[in-house]
């Protein structure tokens, strides 16, 4: 698994200061004006930046879109507080069961196949350029800790803990592959620009000063 924590954006003051500078006079008639177009702006910037990441990601892995979203935290800005980020939160690796694995559940007694013979090994789709390939030496088995089917290997170095749940591969991997992990900053700046502009016509009709 991947390591944790990573800040994918951050949107600061300085950042957000630099950005809106051409506006404050616009906005310093109406009350909480700089801050709340600031605010909405940051936030809606952050969101729209989650749902590019995954888009990102899933371009090279076949991962379900629920399960990067969990794991991307959005620190949202407030009036009082005129900062926001997108980061990685936690470990990002995803279960390998969650890569379309076969079988889906634990045979009890395995079914055969037209010459008698028992299903064995454990296949999973996890790049969407490729195809379905086989995990070696793996099995499906139901978690203790969960009781969800989970793609494991028997380990049998550690006698503690014989069976262990593999993961598929850590999903920052993804943006340094596209060289993206430093554009992204670039594009929340770019998306952020036209969020402000859009939040400060829209705050500037409404007070009716246009």
Do not use: C, W
Request: charge should be positive; charged fraction near 30%; avoid cysteine.
């Amino acid at each position: 698994m991947s390591k944790a924590g990573q800040t994918l954006v951050l949107i600061d003051k300085d950042r957000i200061d630099r950005q809106m500078q051409a506006m404050r006079g616009a906005l310093e008639h109406i009350k909480d004006g700089y801050k709340t177009v600031a605010m909405r702006a940051v936030n809606k910037t952050l969101d729209g930046m989650r749902t590019d990441v995954v888009r990102l990601i899933r371009s090279t892995y076949a991962v379900p879109a629920r399960d990067l979203r969990e794991k991307l935290s959005v620190i949202k800005a407030k009036k009082s507080y005129l900062r926001g980020s997108l980061s990685a939160k936690g470990p990002i690796s995803v279960p390998l069961m969650r890569y379309g694995a076969y079988p889906r559940a634990p045979f009890v007694s395995a079914p055969k196949g037209p010459r008698g013979k028992r299903h064995k090994g454990v296949t999973v789709k996890v790049r969407a350029d490729d195809g379905r390939k086989g995990v070696r030496h793996a099995f499906v088995l139901n978690s203790p800790s969960t009781g969800k089917p989970e793609v494991v290997k028997k380990v049998h170095a550690d006698r503690r803990y014989p069976i262990r749940i593999l993961y598929g591969p850590g999903h920052l991997a993804a943006l340094r592959e596209e060289e993206n992990l430093g554009s992204l900053q670039e594009q929340a700046m770019e998306r952020f620009s036209k969020a402000v502009d859009h939040e400060a016509r829209f705050l500037i009709e409404k007070a009716g000063l246009r």
